[in-house]
Structure formats: C-alpha cells, structure tokens
C-alpha cells in the first residue's frame, strides 16, 4: 500500500473510532437506562421467558447474510454482479430461517416447559428477514468507512427500540416488552441503512461471485455460528436446569456486563476491520496500530469492571431493586468474563483482514468446547454462581491460547501484548483500591444504598483521573489535549499524533 493511501486509511480508521465513541456513549447510556428500567417495571421470570424467546433469534446476525457482508468488505476489489448476488442471497437466507423459527417455536416451549414461550419465539423469528434486508447496504457502508451513517442509525434505532420496550413494559406486557424492543430496532435500523446507502439492487445472480465469495464468508459464517452458540447454549442450558428465573438473573447481569462492553470494543473492532483489510499485506503496521491501541481500551474496559465488582451490592439494591439480590455475585463474576472478552474483541478483525478465517473459526469452536464444560460444571454443582464462575474459567484458560495465536498471525510476543496492559491496570487497581476501602468505611454507618452508591462514584472517577495521570502520563495528556481541543480552549488537535 502507498504510503499516501495508508495515512488516508489511517484517517479513515480514526473518523470512525471516533463516530464510534460518541455513537457507543449514546447507546450504552441509552441501554443503561432502558435496562435499569425494564428491570424496575418486569420480573426475573418475564426476563427469563424473553431469553428463551431470544435464544432462536440470537442467530439472527449470524445467517442475515452468510457471512457474505464481510467478504464484501475483506476483498480487495469487487466484481460486476457481486452485490446482487450477496444481497439475494442474504434475503433468501433471512426467509428460510424465519420460517424455521416459526416452525421451531412448539418444540422450543416443549423444551423449556413454557407455553407461553410459542408466540414470543415465533414473532422474534421475523427478525431473521427484517435484518438480511439491510445487510449488504451495512456491508457497503463499512467498506468505505463510512461510520457516520452507521452510527447515526445506531443510536436512532436504539432509542425507538428503548422507547417501543419501556411502554410496553408499562402497559403491564410483561416478556412481550423485551421482544417489542428488538423488533422495533430491527425494523428501524433497516430502514436507516436504505436511506444512508443509496446502492440498489438489481434483478440479477451470480452463482460464480457467490462461490468466490463463499470461500471466506463460509468460515466467517461458521465462527459466527459457533461464537453465539455459545451463548445460546449457555442460556438453553441454564433455562433448561436451573429454571426461568435463574436464567433472568443471568440475563440481568450479562445486560450489565458483557452486552455494554461488547458494544463498547466489538463496535470499535468493526471500524479496525475494514481499515485492516486494508493493509493486509503489512502485518507490522497491523501489530503496531493493535498494540498502540490497546492500553485505550484497557483504560476504558479496567476501571470500569474493576469498579463494577466493588460497587456491584449497593448498585443492585439501589437501583434494580432488592428482588435481584440474586445477582450480585453473578455481576461480580462474569465482570472478569467481560474484561476478557472486551480486551479480545479485536483479535477476530486481525484474523479475518488477513485472510485467517479459517483459523478463527477454529478457534471459535474451541472455545465453544470449552464454555459448555465450564457450563456443565456449573450446573453441577448447583446454582447461577457455580456456572457463572464455570463460564469465567473456561474463558481465561481458553484466552490465552487465543491471545498466542493472533500475536504468533502479525509476527509479535504474547509478553509484548501484555505489557501494553500494565500501566491502565495500575490505574484501574489503585482506583478499585479507594473505593472499596470507602465501601468498608461507609459499612459502619447508616447510609443508604442509593448514597452509598453515589459517594462511591464521587470517589471512583476522581481517584481513576489521578492513577491515570500517575501511571498512564501518556493517556492522559492525550485524552485532555482532545477535550481541549473540542472545548475550543486550544488549537486543533493533529489527530496523526494521537
């Protein structure tokens, strides 16, 4: 690649993590808010019977299109036909996997012993269609770097989810609630992606540019599949053995948990993807861009969980309420899983924009090996807790094997990845630190959850601030010459630079 060529790219790559922080900020304050919410206005057992209903629909981003939207975006150049046909393919797709989770939805409350699970699974299975819709035109939108219109729809249709799910839940919907919010953002975020990308498709099909582009979309497809059938079987499992309401309590959690830091670094992966594929051919400048960047994620993801763990009690009681007393120590367990899987959600854009599919996808499947003995043992010895922490472990052992592969791929050491890590770990435990010695200090007093919650926070993100200017000078003076800069108290900030 030109020299010229890959500073635009680099450019491109760093217009998008931005669009993707505010966009993320947006949602996840949304989310957030939404969560707390519906948590206040539904039960564990409605929550539960929605993640029966969800576990079908969870596919949804898996066989929308293939895997054909990301050979889309990873191949160099693209030929007559081949949008089309990736489009046509993505709706016939989308339409037979509808009428299968349709089909399904009898079984599936059979399975779980829920009959009123029969409507929810097969309305939620429409989401199959709804979404292949607009899969190609995302694809288009990615392969250009065009986040902006991404992000935009993300957040629009968040919003409308949010809103459609909050009066439901009000009008006493119960489950129904949870499945009117996908519907609706489904619905929404298709629509957006037409208006944001103006390709239309034609009345033609190529079973060559299909066959050319199943090569890497098949493995994409497959570490896709196996990826959220880990999820999907770990729901199953705990909705089957330890009941609706156990898997409610863990729903519960994994919104707080993983869902808000996958969205904060998979989006993030997204923009490196494309960016990556397009200089795939320089595996050193992709080992430096990654390993650059990873100390900002840390800073993000560390304080964030660590914090979560200490402040886990008095958030429960006092905002989701004393019915989920329950799910304290699950939060408090699978924060690690989400650090884990937060600092590892790049590692797939790495594989795939080098042509490593394949690899990935075998990956994924020992990692799905994995998480279901870890599940298993779980169940075993009774309870969420004991499969939460089974989950947790499963997941450490397996990424470090994850971790060596994708270093081994760009030509670096696990150890040099690592030490990227040390500094906002510093920052992060020195941060914990404070604020659980304040937590102890308020244990002999009469303060409520609520003030105990928030005079943690008020200590939290000072303390953080200072570790950070402590350990991470680099971080600091970087992110604080951005806000100057955007505050207009500077002069523009040269983003080459940062």
């Known amino acids: 690649m030109e020299v010229e060529d890959q500073r635009h790219v680099e450019a491109l790559i760093r217009r998008g993590v931005r669009w993707k922080a505010f966009s993320q900020a947006a949602v996840q304050l949304s989310r957030i808010a939404i969560g707390v919410a519906l948590a206040r206005l539904l039960t564990p057992a409605d929550f539960g019977l929605a993640g029966m209903a969800l576990v079908f629909a969870a596919y949804v981003l898996v066989f929308a299109d293939l895997g054909l939207g990301a050979a889309l ?27 299968l989770g349709v089909g399904l939805a009898w079984p599936a409350a059979k399975f779980f012993g829920e009959p009123g699970l029969v409507p929810l699974f097969a309305v939620m299975s429409t989401t199959f269609v709804i979404t292949s819709l607009g899969t190609t035109h995302k694809a288009l939108l990615e392969r250009s770097l065009d986040f902006r219109s991404l992000e935009i729809r993300a957040v629009a249709s968040t919003l409308v989810g949010g809103i459609v799910s909050v009066s439901l839940a009000v009008a006493g919907a119960g489950a129904w609630a949870i499945v009117g919010q996908y519907l609706s953002w489904a619905v929404v975020s298709t629509i957006l992606m037409w208006f944001a990308e103006q390709w239309r498709p034609q009345a033609r099909f190529s079973r060559g540019s299909l066959h050319r582009l199943l090569g890497f979309g098949g493995s994409v497809l497959g570490n896709r599949f ?31 948990v993983l869902t808000p830091l996958s969205r904060l670094s998979i989006p993030v992966a997204e923009v490196f993807f494309p960016g990556f594929s397009r200089m795939q051919d320089d595996r050193s400048r992709i080992a430096l861009i990654w390993q650059q960047s990873l100390p900002y994620l840390g800073s993000v993801t560390l304080p964030a969980l660590v914090g979560l763990v200490v402040v886990a009690p008095d958030f429960v009681i006092a905002v989701l309420g004393e019915q989920w007393r329950s799910a304290i120590p699950v ?63 499963a997941q450490t052992a397996f990424s470090a094997v994850y971790l060596s592969v994708v270093a081994r791929a760009v030509g670096v050491t696990v150890p ?83």
């Not at 000072?462 to 010459?481: D, E, M, N």
């Open 73 to 99: 975006v990873q191949r160099q150049e693209l030929i007559t036909g081949d949008l089309s046909t990736v489009f046509w393919a993505s709706v016939a797709s989308g339409t037979l996997f509808t009428f």
């Open 226 to 256: 196996v990826y959220v059938s880990g999820d999907v079987a770990t729901n199953a499992l705990i909705g089957r053995f330890v009941g609706a309401s156990g898997l409610g309590v863990y729903t519960v959690a994994n919104n707080l």
């Open 331 to 393: 939060i408090q367990v699978l924060a690690w899983v989400g650090l884990i899987r937060a600092l590892q959600a790049w590692n797939s854009s790495i594989l795939l924009a080098i042509d490593r599919a394949a690899t990935l996808l075998r990956l994924s499947i020992a990692s799905l090996a994995v998480t279901l003995v870890g599940v298993g043992v779980g169940i075993g010895f009774g309870g969420i807790v004991a499969v939460s922490i089974g989950v947790a472990v």
């Open 416 to 498: 040099s990845v690592l030490r990227t890590l040390v500094t906002p770990s510093l920052a992060a435990g020195a941060m914990g630190l404070a604020v659980w010695a304040t937590s102890k200090a308020l244990d002999h007093t009469q303060v409520g959850a609520g003030a105990r919650l928030l005079l943690l926070i008020l200590v939290g993100i000072p303390s953080y601030v200072l570790a950070v200017r402590i350990f991470c000078p680099t971080i600091f003076q970087r992110v604080t010459a951005v806000a100057r800069a955007r505050i207009g108290n500077s002069r523009p900030l040269n983003w080459s630079k940062v």
